[in-house]
C-alpha cells in the first residue's frame, strides 16, 4: 500500500504564492502518473494539473500560466507551484498517485490510483 502526505496548504491573499507538495511512502510497486485535484464548495472537482512519469504536464485552462507541476522521482514527490492566486482558486487540494497493485493470490496486477486527506488552500481578496 501507498501513503500519500500533501503540505504547504494555507492562507493567501490574492496575488500570492504558495508551493505544495505530495510525499508517497511504503510499498510502492511503481508509480505513474501523479497529480493534483481540487474541489471547491459547491463545484465539481477538478483535475488542476497532472504530470506523467516521463515529465509530460497537462493543466486546468484556469490555471495555466500561474500553475505549474513539476516531480522528484527519485523522493516519489509531486509540487504544485501556484502563483498570482485568486480567490477562484480557494478549494481543498488533493494529490493523487497512479499506481500498480498485485492480488497476492495470483501474480495479478492491477492499476489503482492513490489520494492523499487533501489541503486546504484559501485565498482572500
Known amino acids: 500500500q501507498v501513503q500519500l502526505v500533501e503540505s504547504g496548504g494555507g492562507l493567501v491573499q490574492a496575488g500570492g504564492s504558495l508551493t505544495l507538495s505530495c510525499a508517497a511512502s511504503?510499498?510502492?510497486?511503481?508509480?505513474?502518473?501523479m497529480g493534483w485535484y481540487r474541489q471547491a464548495p459547491g463545484k465539481q472537482r477538478e483535475l488542476v494539473a497532472g504530470?506523467?512519469?516521463?515529465?509530460?504536464?497537462n493543466y486546468a485552462d484556469s490555471v495555466k500560466g500561474r500553475f505549474t507541476i513539476s516531480r522528484d522521482n527519485a523522493k516519489n514527490t509531486v509540487y504544485l507551484q501556484m502563483n498570482s492566486l485568486k480567490p477562484e482558486d480557494t478549494a481543498v487540494y488533493s494529490c493523487?498517485?497512479?499506481?500498480?497493485?498485485?492480488?497476492?493470490?495470483?501474480?495479478?496486477?492491477?492499476?489503482?490510483?492513490?489520494w492523499g486527506q487533501g489541503t486546504q488552500v484559501t485565498v482572500s481578496s
Open positions: 493523487y498517485a497512479d499506481s500498480i497493485r498485485m492480488a497476492p493470490s495470483v501474480p495479478t496486477m492491477y492499476p489503482y490510483t492513490y
Open positions: 511504503g510499498n510502492i510497486l511503481r508509480i505513474d502518473a
Open positions: 504530470i506523467t512519469g516521463g515529465g509530460s504536464t
